[in-house]
């Protein structure tokens, strides 16, 4: 059953795209609508999916358990000062009034929101192929329009629609970013460092791995940088139950050691972990990359 489309959703429903015949969607009634009648119905909770029809209902990304830990750790401010600083970045690109800011890979769309209140006139759109992290973020900001899609694939937007995207800890599709960004627009990567959570790494069996920033670098080859490589540390101060929420609203969700709980208690609280996190920000090539 669909739901009237919200107006985060309609206001920016013609810069979306079909993922049948990648043309324009505009709002119709409940659902968003091309000019070849291909139709997408609103979910109950906000959110629109545009994925092949074959792959709408599939279980990927995120799942409710990993959304609801990250929605915990994010609402008690234990990565205010990474949301912070994305702000700032985007503030000092100075953007258009009325800029859309995509955020390829959203999660729960806690950073998105940061960075819309300090872009009163911009318009966000939060994309994510987790239905889990869909549905919350559905409800994170009245200037944020929700869609489920696959940005490994392609991001369902029109060409040269966005202003600004983040990606905070998420899959990075560089040529689709490169077709969706207007001429002169950024995007802000945010990727851990090596010592992100490094107290932890008795707890599970991923890393961060030491050559990351390179292969980052390499992704985006002929993308100039506007800025330094700004690194963001903070201390997290953390219960047994934060920091079982942290390993498992990530990766390492998957990985944790069988004596994981055990470990964990004999650990004093606070635990004091450290949080590391290096941003970069890419302008759109001049010449697309393909
Ligand atoms: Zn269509």
Same mark, same amino acid.
């Given at each position: 059953?669909?739901?009237?489309?919200?107006?985060?959703?309609?206001?920016?429903?013609?810069?979306?795209?079909?993922?049948?015949?990648?043309?324009?969607?505009?709002?119709?009634?409940?659902?968003?609508?091309?000019?070849?009648?291909?139709?997408?119905?609103?979910?109950?909770?906000?959110?629109?999916?545009?994925?092949?029809?074959?792959?709408?209902?599939?279980?990927?990304?995120?799942?409710?358990?990993?959304?609801?830990?990250?929605?915990?750790?994010?609402?008690?401010? #234990?990565?205010?000062?990474?949301?912070?600083?994305?702000?700032?970045?985007?503030?000092?690109?100075?953007?258009?009034? *009325? *800029?859309?800011?995509?955020?390829?890979?959203?999660?729960?769309?806690?950073?998105?929101?940061?960075?819309?209140?300090?872009?009163?006139?911009?318009?966000?759109?939060?994309?994510?192929?987790?239905?889990?992290?869909?549905?919350?973020?559905?409800?994170?900001?009245?200037?944020?329009?929700?869609?489920? *899609?696959?940005?490994?694939?392609?991001?369902?937007?029109?060409?040269?629609?966005?202003?600004?995207?983040?990606?905070?800890?998420?899959?990075?599709?560089?040529?689709?970013?490169?077709?969706?960004?207007?001429?002169?627009?950024?995007?802000?990567?945010?990727?851990?460092?090596?010592? #992100?959570?490094?107290?932890?790494?008795?707890?599970?069996?991923? *890393?961060? #791995?030491?050559?990351?920033?390179?292969?980052?670098?390499?992704?985006?080859?002929?993308?100039?940088?506007?800025?330094?490589?700004?690194?963001?540390?903070?201390?997290? $101060?953390?219960?047994?139950?934060?920091?079982?929420?942290?390993?498992?609203?990530?990766?390492?969700?998957?990985?944790?050691?069988?004596?994981?709980?055990?470990?964990?208690?004999?650990?004093?609280?606070?635990?004091?972990?450290?949080?590391?996190?290096?941003?970069?920000?890419?302008?759109?090539?001049?010449? $697309?990359?393909?």
């Amino acid at each position: 059953m669909s739901s009237a489309v919200p107006a985060s959703l309609a206001c920016i429903a013609e810069l979306l795209r079909c993922p049948a015949c990648l043309s324009p969607l505009a709002a119709g009634q409940g659902s968003l609508i091309c000019a070849r009648r291909h139709a997408y119905d609103v979910a109950r909770h906000g959110y629109v999916t545009l994925l092949p029809s074959a792959r709408r209902c599939c279980p990927i990304g995120d799942d409710a358990g990993m959304i609801n830990a990250r929605a915990a750790i994010m609402d008690a401010g #234990h990565f205010e000062p990474l949301t912070t600083a994305l702000a700032e970045r985007a503030c000092s690109l100075a953007l258009p009034d *009325s *800029s859309v800011v995509l955020d390829a890979g959203a999660g729960t769309g806690h950073h998105l929101v940061g960075v819309l209140a300090e872009l009163q006139g911009a318009v966000g759109v939060a994309v994510d192929v987790s239905r889990a992290a869909s549905r919350r973020a559905a409800r994170a900001h009245h200037r944020i329009a929700r869609v489920r *899609s696959d940005i490994w694939e392609e991001i369902p937007l029109c060409d040269a629609t966005v202003d600004l995207a983040i990606s905070v800890f998420a899959p990075r599709n560089p040529d689709e970013l490169a077709r969706v960004l207007r001429p002169g627009g950024a995007v802000v990567v945010a990727t851990p460092a090596p010592e #992100h959570l490094q107290e932890l790494a008795t707890l599970h069996a991923i *890393s961060v #791995h030491r050559t990351k920033a390179m292969r980052l670098q390499h992704l985006f080859t002929g993308w100039p940088s506007a800025d330094r490589v700004q690194r963001v540390s903070w201390i997290l $101060r953390l219960t047994h139950q934060d920091v079982a929420r942290i390993l498992t609203m990530g990766p390492a969700a998957h990985h944790l050691r069988p004596d994981f709980l055990g470990h964990l208690a004999a650990l004093n609280e606070p635990v004091r972990v450290t949080a590391a996190v290096e941003l970069r920000t890419f302008r759109r090539p001049e010449h $697309r990359l393909r």
